[in-house]
């Protein structure tokens, strides 16, 4: 770690006589085969790690002496190890923060005490503008957790490893072996009547998961001092202060008292697992159900993963042998910024290698990019229950993520002590980088671009339907023939349609015989029996047509195209249901639709079809000639496979079972295609279409995207 001798801001703490707080412990520790020393404040049970120069310096603070006098004789002794000026400002204000020194200019215990309401000030300001939670102590466990040691003495023997291990296995082939039903139960993991035993049961596996820490640490020999209820996202959920391991020597035990929540509610899941998988439906397996999916997914999702604070963050940071991975995250960063940006070349670069700079850099911009996410999250789940929610959620989270840091930014460039040689750089680097990035937002147009789904379409195509039922007795041309107009392609056959000829035929026959009599005989009868004889005439033509439907015939020359008719065959065709395609092959279209949220865009100025791809051979880019837009809301989809039945992204109506008519209006964009060689280029094939807009700036695109929220989630 780079050491810098001497410091600008040395002045302000080097005449003082400062000393450390009475009752504060040291304890020594190894991180990656160096030692640290933990200093230990058992008044609030807080925690604070040292580098052995540090902390020797720290040792031989005195209120007789004063701080320049102590280093100037740390210098003398030992020029190599003794920390410099900037390294003993910083160490000092860390501290000093943190309540663990006695400065003699002030009254002792006034001093302690002013800080003290003033840090926990600042803490309550900080958890209450904090999302995610917010802590309410409620009991000391550490009486209850020395009681029951003689009984949990057992969960540290490899027998209880076996134990877990013999009932992961049965529960993962109970699971394996009950999948279908498994994915088919998850579909109303969050449904209405399911969230109350969702709340019950995570409280409940918390405080056993907050438990399994407390236990552990206790084993080892560390303290566990409060027990209580957090809120996280809305929702209260137990925790547990087990930060006494932080001054255990093995890293490996710290690791073991992070790793103990989700050890405890393993075997809660894997018993659950199997509960549920071997009893029938009703209240006992709903409740197995819920406990086994909150003991292991929800468990690795929130405490199992490393980027938040929760159990995996101090499990990794024991492992790696990294302490105070976060904040060290964050003062990286500050760090290179201050160097590379600002200049500063005096700093002192938290990482004690550059392998490490490299993990504490990643580390801190993965973090930073989850909490941002998480935010998001949260504000959305936030506005779905109450819109009015949502945006108290949002405006809490901008202040706490965004408007904080920039509110003491400017005190920081205007005064901060490391930059007082570099401060007109500073100044001028972040107002550029300002300017820079307000042009870029609001004032720099960008190339902007829509994807649509959509259809090849033949410019001159038939659809050909049943124009009277019937079965299908003969099919005379093959999927993917030739056809001429006026070619028969199928035969029907409706026996009931062919009775209804023959009985219609003998009663015209019979009516004509009777007229012929009539008018020989009974003339007054001729009358009625012509009109007879028109009615049931008009009624043969009729069937006669319908008969003749029977026989499906070709209308234009293409490809007849039926997939699936040869297994229809001795089938009954319902009236009006579609055959088949005949498709000319010279010239195609692709027909684009555009949701209505999306549609305001098309009429922004010029559109062009950038490219079209089609689904399967997604490498070949179709060529395009001329984009049209029809200035027209339709309902009714070019094809089924546009909706959502049909892997589409356009919802559908429930009351339409074709899957053709939209839930919601939206527009089409037709584009004509140039003739080209490309394979699998055939009428129906779907793709996407890449249309090129007028160019938008980064403020408009996002007001676009909110508005689209906005009218699609909260229907405004």
């Known amino acids: 770690m780079a050491r810098r001798t001497f410091s600008d801001s040395w002045f302000r703490v080097a005449g003082l006589r400062i000393g450390l707080r009475t009752g504060i412990r040291a304890r020594r520790q190894r991180f990656r085969g160096d030692d640290w020393y933990i200093l230990h404040d058992p008044y609030n049970n807080e925690f604070f790690r040292l580098r052995p120069a540090a902390f020797r310096f720290l040792s031989a603070l005195t209120t007789e002496k004063t701080v320049e006098e102590l280093w100037a004789e740390m210098l003398d002794s030992d020029p190599t190890e003794a920390p410099g000026q900037e390294e003993v400002v910083q160490l000092l204000a860390q501290l000093y923060q943190a ?49 029951i040691q003689p009984f949990t003495r057992f969960l540290f023997t490899p027998w209880s490893l076996l134990v877990l291990g013999v009932l992961m296995l049965l529960a993962g082939k109970a699971v394996f072996d009950n999948l279908d039903q498994l994915l088919t139960q998850s579909a109303g993991l969050l449904s209405p009547g399911n969230l109350p035993w969702l709340l019950v049961i995570t409280v409940l596996l918390k405080g056993w998961h907050e438990l399994g820490h407390g236990v552990v640490c206790r084993h080892f020999g560390g303290e566990v001092r409060t027990f209580g209820i957090m809120l996280m996202m809305f929702m209260p959920v137990p925790y547990m202060d087990a930060t006494s391991s932080w001054a255990f020597r093995s890293h490996w035990q710290r690791a073991l008292v992070g790793a103990a929540g989700m050890l405890a509610e393993l075997p809660v899941a894997a018993l659950a697992a199997l509960v549920w998988a ?53 003062r990286q960063w500050f760090y290179w910024i201050e160097r590379h940006v600002f200049g500063v070349r005096e700093g002192i670069s938290p990482a004690d290698s550059p392998g490490e700079a490299v993990l504490l850099g990643l580390y801190g911009l993965l973090s930073t990019l989850y909490r941002l996410v998480i935010a998001v999250a949260v504000v959305i789940y936030a506005a779905d229950r109450s819109l009015w929610l949502g945006l108290g959620v949002g405006l809490l989270s901008g202040i706490g993520l965004i408007g904080m840091p920039l509110a003491k930014l400017p005190n920081y460039l205007l005064s901060g002590p490391s930059l007082a040689r570099q401060r007109h750089r500073a100044i001028t680097a972040v107002a550029g980088f300002a300017a820079f990035l307000a042009a870029t937002i609001f004032l720099l147009p960008l190339p902007y671009s829509v994807d649509a789904h959509g259809v ?18 003969e099919i005379l041309a093959g999927n993917g023939q030739w056809v001429q107009p006026g070619d028969l392609l199928m035969r029907l056959d409706n026996p009931e349609l062919l009775f209804e000829q023959r009985e219609l035929k003998a009663e015209v026959m019979e009516t004509e015989a009777i007229l012929a009599n009539a008018h020989s005989r009974m003339m007054a009868d001729v009358a009625p029996l012509r009109s007879r004889l028109e009615t049931l005439r008009e009624r043969l ?80 880019s179709l060529p395009t000639q001329t984009t049209t837009v029809i200035p027209v809301e339709q309902r009714e989809l070019p094809s089924a496979v546009l909706g959502w039945r049909g892997g589409g992204d356009i919802q559908v109506s429930d009351q339409e079972g074709h899957g053709e008519i939209a839930r919601e209006a939206f527009f089409q964009v037709m584009v004509r295609l140039k003739p080209t060689e490309a394979p699998g280029l055939f009428h129906g094939r779907s793709g996407r279409l890449r249309l090129q807009l007028a160019p938008r700036t980064v403020a408009q695109r996002i007001g676009r995207a909110v508005d689209q929220l906005m009218q699609k989630r909260y229907r405004l």
């Open 278 to 330: 071997y009893t029938g439906d009703g209240a006992v397996n709903a409740l197995a159900f819920n406990t086994m999916i909150i003991a292991s997914i929800s468990t690795l999702i929130f405490n199992g993963n490393p980027l938040l604070r929760y159990d995996a963050y101090y499990i990794l940071s024991d492992l790696v042998q990294v302490p105070n991975l976060y904040d060290r995250a964050n």
């Open 99 to 147: 309540r663990l020194l006695h400065v003699d200019r002030e009254p002792d215990i006034d001093g302690i005490f002013d800080r003290y309401v003033q840090h926990k000030r600042m803490e309550m300001r900080s958890k209450l503008l904090s999302l995610f939670f917010m802590r309410v102590p409620l009991w000391d466990p550490d009486g209850f957790l020395r009681r």
């Open 456 to 473: 090849v379409e033949s410019d001159h195509y038939q659809r050909l339907y049943a124009l009277e039922g019937g079965w299908l007795r």
């Open 541 to 620: 033509a009729d069937v006669e047509k319908r008969v003749a439907l029977l026989e499906v015939r070709a209308e234009q020359a293409g490809i007849w195209a039926a997939p699936g008719l040869q297994q229809r065959l001795g089938s009954l065709l319902p009236r009006g249901g579609q055959l088949g395609l005949i498709v000319d092959p010279a010239l195609y279209r692709f027909v684009a639709v555009i949701p209505q949220a999306d549609a305001a865009s098309l009429f922004d100025g010029p559109v062009d079809a950038r490219e079209v791809r089609l689904s399967g051979i997604a490498g070949w």
